[in-house]
């Protein structure tokens, strides 16, 4: 992330993208970026899934999601959008079930307990294994720096002028990981029910192989955060102004000072805020959310004005970040609880943002899905 280098300062970054394991091997499902040129009997030639088999029980804690054919990406009138979300594309996305809400700290715990799994944010730091993806020449850190850890967010003493230096509010925290998400010092006895943060990519998928699950799309989870509204810039409409009463965000000068008006400074627990139509919570804010789709700042300009419409799309072929060319990203989506309307406003729907696949942090976790084939198998 060279970009990073410049914000966070060597030793954050270095650590930031360190943890360099191998990793969990994803599912693999069928290439489905099908594409022909008549957009409707492509349509009409594929099967689409709405409506739950009436054979099939929803998983335990997961919802149904309608198959739809819909726009992704920023919607007319959005004009917090920005050009990583356009312009918007056609997509047809079969149904599937997903967690009703975002995984918590005692599902996660539950995994741990029957895996012995160790997440990336607790595991020591190859710097042989670092080098190749930090530039030529960079110096080895202090054995201190390469220590487990990972970042933890810190309120500004004064207010921030430049809201791309990250280093401003993130701070490398030895110690920091899903059991002690704020530092060492911090704890998740008591809250069972708040997502489970500092997951890394890795994690993430380790605990869907133990679960039998997948990650979402980008294409399912903006499908499943629409739930049947597809014209919107939120999940719940266009009404900014009930945003305290529906998301868990940051309200007030960021990173000074938080209102709270939404009740909470950091996270909160899941099903705090009302469900969106299809009974899934915290769609939007609370904690950003994985998906299995790189990251391409250029993927919607690419899939667009073709005139196809992508079924079951599953992102760019290959990830690409101008600023963090180094940096193999997934998109992650939602949002958090430092989204704030004077920066990047994620908690609309189509709002994506790359997250390295090795970093863990304070405001991110996930949700999995299943789709009907793996429950068919």
Same mark, same amino acid.
């Given at each position: 992330?060279?970009?990073?280098?410049?914000?966070?300062?060597?030793?954050?970054?270095?650590?930031?993208?360190?943890?360099?394991?191998?990793?969990?091997?994803?599912?693999?499902?069928?290439?489905?970026?099908?594409?022909?040129?008549?957009?409707?009997?492509?349509?009409?030639?594929?099967?689409?899934?709405?409506?739950?088999?009436?054979?099939?029980?929803?998983?335990?804690?997961?919802?149904?999601?309608?198959?739809?054919?819909?726009?992704?990406?920023?919607?007319?009138?959005?004009?917090?959008?920005?050009?990583?979300?356009?312009?918007?594309?056609?997509?047809?996305?079969?149904?599937?079930?997903?967690?009703?809400?975002?995984?918590?700290?005692?599902?996660?715990?539950?995994?741990?307990?029957?895996?012995?799994?160790?997440?990336?944010?607790?595991?020591?730091?190859?710097?042989?294994?670092?080098?190749?993806?930090?530039?030529?020449?960079?110096?080895?850190?202090?054995?201190?720096?390469?220590?487990?850890?990972?970042?933890?967010?810190?309120?500004?003493?004064?207010?921030?002028?430049?809201?791309?230096?990250?280093?401003?509010?993130?701070?490398?925290?030895?110690?920091?990981?899903?059991?002690?998400?704020?530092?060492?010092?911090?704890?998740?006895?008591?809250?069972?029910?708040?997502?489970?943060?500092?997951?890394?990519?890795?994690?993430?998928?380790?605990?869907?192989?133990?679960?039998?699950?997948?990650?979402?799309?980008?294409?399912?989870?903006?499908?499943?955060?629409? $739930?049947?509204? /597809? !014209?919107?810039?939120?999940?719940? @409409? &266009?009404?900014?102004?009930?945003? #305290?009463?529906?998301? =868990? +965000?940051?309200?007030?000068?960021?990173?000074?000072?938080?209102?709270?008006?939404?009740?909470?400074?950091?996270?909160?627990?899941?099903?705090?805020?009302? $469900?969106?139509? /299809? !009974?899934?919570?915290?769609?939007? @804010? &609370?904690?950003?959310?994985?998906? #299995?789709?790189?990251? =391409? +700042?250029?993927?919607?300009?690419?899939?667009?004005?073709?005139?196809?419409?992508?079924?079951?799309?599953?992102?760019?072929?290959?990830?690409?970040?101008?600023?963090?060319?180094?940096?193999?990203?997934?998109?992650?989506?939602?949002?958090?609880?430092?989204? #704030?309307?004077?920066?990047?406003?994620?908690?609309?729907?189509?709002?994506?943002?790359?997250?390295?696949?090795?970093?863990?942090?304070?405001?991110?976790?996930?949700?999995?899905?299943?789709?009907?084939?793996?429950?068919?198998?």
């Amino acid at each position: 992330m060279k970009n990073s280098i410049k914000v966070l300062g060597l030793s954050i970054l270095i650590v930031m993208l360190a943890n360099c394991k191998s990793e969990t091997k994803e599912k693999k499902r069928p290439e489905t970026n099908t594409v022909k040129e008549n957009i409707t009997s492509e349509v009409e030639e594929h099967a689409i899934l709405v409506n739950k088999p009436d054979e099939l029980i929803a998983p335990e804690g997961m919802v149904w999601v309608s198959g739809a054919t819909f726009k992704q990406g920023a919607v007319a009138g959005d004009k917090m959008a920005m050009g990583h979300e356009k312009p918007a594309i056609d997509v047809l996305v079969d149904g599937f079930f997903m967690d009703a809400t975002e995984v918590t700290n005692k599902q996660f715990s539950e995994f741990v307990d029957a895996t012995s799994y160790v997440t990336i944010a607790e595991r020591g730091i190859d710097w042989e294994e670092l080098k190749k993806q930090v530039p030529p020449g960079t110096p080895k850190p202090h054995d201190s720096i390469l220590q487990p850890g990972s970042l933890t967010f810190k309120k500004s003493k004064s207010p921030v002028t430049n809201l791309y230096d990250f280093s401003q509010w993130w701070n490398w925290t030895i110690g920091a990981n899903w059991q002690h998400p704020n530092g060492p010092k911090s704890t998740i006895k008591g809250k069972d029910n708040y997502p489970v943060v500092q997951i890394a990519y890795e994690d993430a998928l380790a605990y869907c192989e133990w679960a039998n699950r997948r990650l979402p799309t980008e294409a399912e989870w903006e499908l499943a955060s629409r $739930a049947g509204s /597809y !014209g919107s810039v939120y999940n719940w @409409g &266009n009404d900014v102004s009930v945003l #305290s009463e529906m998301a =868990n +965000t940051w309200e007030g000068d960021f990173p000074v000072s938080n209102s709270k008006n939404d009740g909470f400074e950091l996270r909160a627990p899941v099903k705090s805020y009302p $469900a969106n139509a /299809y !009974g899934l919570y915290d769609m939007a @804010g &609370n904690v950003w959310e994985w998906t #299995s789709d790189w990251y =391409n +700042t250029n993927y919607y300009k690419e899939m667009n004005g073709q005139n196809t419409v992508l079924i079951n799309p599953m992102g760019a072929n290959s990830p690409f970040t101008p600023n963090n060319p180094l940096a193999k990203e997934k998109v992650i989506k939602g949002g958090s609880f430092l989204c #704030s309307d004077s920066y990047c406003a994620s908690y609309r729907v189509s709002a994506r943002m790359g997250s390295s696949m090795d970093s863990s942090l304070e405001h991110t976790g996930f949700r999995t899905v299943v789709s009907i084939d793996m429950l068919t198998k």
